[in-house]
């Protein structure tokens, strides 16, 4: 199993944890996130036996990164608590999947990556990232930032999604011309992956009292 | 071979470089959060002192305004009731008086204390001597307060600031210390200057007393630390058990005349 498998099933594990420890965790949004992560481990799963199996995987992650892209937003939409920004959200999702949906079936198609799509998905997920940092920094709360699961959260989708930003722009590009540099690439993108999950884990698990657990308290 | 190696070097130094890169973003957020944090705070605890100025400017208002001109309506009513001075009643008329004369004296000078702008017309030194004389009418304390022969200037907003933490002082050594001397002192240090107030009362436990909760020592000595530093001054306290208080108030000011262009 590649490592960045691994991440995923450990940050779905870390959901659980988080979930069943920390009740103020029990909302809809991070339950929803937790089965978002069992998802995501699933179709991450396929894809890579499929790739072992030289079978073509780009039909696939077509539709994985749509509905990973619109559930990120709809997580964005639950995260904001202005109306407006709520609205915005909304409206950019259903934009969003109408234009995704119309490439893949009748632009790029559905055996191509769609990275047109991709790139714009990144930019709106970095977009709201930023918005929630601004919002963050102009009304501060009480209580440290460490402890705050959506911090790590879209810390490691801001993070992501702005280095994978060009790396699966250029997908198709890299595919075809640069295939010497292609398994390069997608090693730190597993890193990438890597450093994603782990965000998602620690945002988690921030918020367990482990000297308590451990009844050192 | 040699340039697979190069390759593997490669995407190891790559990854390490995000994962510093991720680390740095977070780091820095959490330092410019943490600086937010403390600026709202302040802004808050700023809102909050302001609101608490109008509030008290509009009490005293209304202590001098109505509740003292009926009082001293109902001393002139006592002052001309016809009774015969061997009659009973005058005896009951003349304590009244006494009582009602009183009771003006005391809210006049509640009225003074919490009027904002008569703090800021006479300034901090005369207001903390106000407050001293105060103290002792009651014949509880003995007080004595000896400043440096300079004239500083002040924002007039800090004055008020640094006057209601002198207050706060001072009612904690009146509700607490069972001191019989306060005394305080001030002088001018390198544009600053330093309030100290002494009290010979029972002493605390500073440490722990910063740690209790707030709702068990009133405004608290944390607000008043915070008060201090919000006009860019500190405040300490120095106490044991049974060895009196020392709290000394250092406050940035500049020499009347000397202000920087």
């Known amino acids: ?217 | 071979m040699q340039n697979q190696y190069s390759e593997v070097v490669g995407v190891i130094v790559a990854g390490i470089f995000l994962a510093l890169l991720l680390v740095g973003f977070i780091i820095t957020m959490l330092v410019v959060y943490r600086k937010k944090q403390y600026q709202h705070q302040q802004e808050l605890l700023h809102a909050r002192l302001e609101i608490q100025e109008n509030i008290f400017k509009n009490l005293s208002e209304e202590i001098h305004d109505n509740i003292g001109q009926e009082l001293s309506v109902l001393k002139l009513t006592l002052s001309v009731i016809a009774v015969k001075k061997e009659e009973e009643a005058e005896k009951f008329i003349s304590e009244s008086k006494g009582m009602v004369n009183h009771i003006i004296t005391s809210i006049s000078d509640l009225s003074r204390s919490l009027h904002t702008d008569r703090i800021i017309k006479i300034g901090i030194i005369e207001a903390v001597k106000f407050e001293l004389e105060k103290i002792e009418k009651t014949n509880l304390f003995k007080t004595s307060f000896s400043y440096a022969d300079v004239e500083f200037q002040m924002n007039p907003g800090n004055e008020i600031f640094l006057f209601r933490i002198i207050q706060e002082v001072i009612n904690n050594i009146i509700k607490h210390s069972r001191a019989q001397n306060i005394h305080a002192d001030l002088i001018y240090k390198e544009n600053r200057i330093i309030f100290t107030f002494t009290d010979d009362g029972i002493g605390f436990d500073v440490k722990e007393a910063m740690q209790r909760p707030s709702s068990n020592r009133g405004i608290g000595l944390t607000s008043m630390v915070n008060r201090a530093k919000l006009i860019g001054g500190q405040l300490s306290i120095l106490s044991q058990p049974g060895k009196g208080t020392k709290t000394v108030i250092e406050i940035p000011a500049v020499i009347a005349g000397n202000q920087p262009a």
């Open chain 1, 1 to 217: 199993m590649d490592f960045y498998l691994i991440a995923i099933l450990i940050s779905f594990i870390a959901s659980l944890t988080g979930l069943a420890l920390v009740k103020e965790f029990r909302t809809p949004v991070l339950l929803c996130f937790s089965f978002f992560l069992l998802i995501s481990f699933s179709v991450e799963y396929i894809g890579n036996d499929m790739s072992m199996r030289n079978k073509h995987t780009a039909s696939l992650y077509n539709y994985f990164t749509l509905f990973e892209f619109i559930f990120y937003l709809f997580f964005f939409r639950a995260l904001f608590t202005n109306p407006r920004i709520k609205k915005i959200i909304l409206f950019s999702s259903i934009f969003y999947f109408i234009i995704t949906l119309l490439n893949i079936l009748f632009l790029q198609g559905r055996t191509t990556f769609h990275t047109y799509t991709y790139v714009l998905g990144c930019t709106l997920i970095v977009l709201f990232s930023i918005m929630y940092f601004y919002s963050l920094l102009k009304f501060p709360e009480k209580g440290t930032l460490t402890k705050n699961p959506f911090f790590w959260i879209v810390s490691g989708l801001m993070f992501y999604y702005t280095c994978t930003f060009s790396l699966y722009g250029l997908n198709n590009f890299i595919a075809e011309t640069m295939q010497q540099y292609s398994k390069n690439l997608f090693l730190i993108s597993d890193t990438l992956n890597l450093l994603l999950y782990t965000s998602f884990s620690i945002g988690f698990l921030c918020k367990i009292n482990i000297p308590k657990l451990l009844g050192l308290s």
